[in-house]
């Protein structure tokens, strides 16, 4: 997670956080302004949700990057199999294994998400921030050093320190994936300030909006 202010670009103080529970309860405390996420906000009933379709236009050639998001009925599933099963019986296709390799992350968002914690903690898709901020979207795949360099050459426009902040590793992480974090602040700040661009928008059957912001 990188942590910034509201009012003035970077730096970042770059943190490791364990879940999500402990994220939202600092925004709850008042620590954090806003929180910007990068897992599904709401679930469709059938699917696929708008911000996604949206998101996978706007990307073009990055278009790849955004999974779609499960569908609600394969909340809960205990395998695989299982949740292809409910997946396919509900909207007539099988779950991606790269989406079931997140379900236990959008699980524990929905289970801690309501409409009054969206005023604060929005979904935001990464290469869908580098893309606006940038203005076309990236060349490069984000695990390569030619997407890391042409990332953090974006991030320098709103974070003066990312060069620094960009090698602060922590256990299970990329470099890539703080950059991710870095951009994800951006966007939160833009959702505070309100000058942010929002992708979606419908509700779920929980009043959650799917909603993706940059």
Avoid: N
């Avoid at 009925?73 to 991606?96: F, H, N």
């Avoid at 009054?116 to 050093?145: I, Y």
Wanted: net charge negative; glycine share 8%; proline share 6%.
């Amino acid at each position: 997670m990188v942590i910034t202010s509201v009012d003035e670009p970077g730096p970042g103080l770059v943190s490791m956080v364990s879940d999500t529970e402990e994220v939202v309860a600092l925004v709850d405390a008042g620590q954090l302004v806003a929180v910007a996420v990068d897992i599904p906000i709401g679930l469709p009933g059938i699917g696929p949700r708008l911000c996604d379709v949206e998101a996978r236009k706007l990307l073009g050639p990055r278009r790849s990057s955004v999974f779609p998001a499960p569908v609600r009925a394969v909340v809960g599933s205990s395998s695989y199999a299982e949740a292809c099963a409910r997946s396919r019986a509900t909207c007539g296709k099988a779950l991606s294994k790269q989406t079931y390799a997140i379900l236990p992350k959008v699980e524990a968002v929905d289970e801690v998400m309501s409409p009054e914690r969206q005023a604060k903690v929005v979904e935001v898709h990464p290469e869908v921030s580098f893309t606006l901020l940038a203005g076309h979207p990236m060349a490069h795949h984000k695990a390569t050093a030619d997407g890391r360099a042409e990332r953090r050459a974006v991030s320098r426009t709103v974070f003066t320190d990312v060069d620094e902040r960009a090698e602060e590793l922590f256990a299970g992480t990329q470099p890539d994936d703080i950059l991710d974090a870095f951009v994800a602040a951006s966007s939160a700040r833009r959702w505070v300030t309100g000058s942010c661009r929002r992708l979606g928008g419908e509700l779920d059957e929980r009043s959650l909006r799917m909603e993706i912001i940059a």
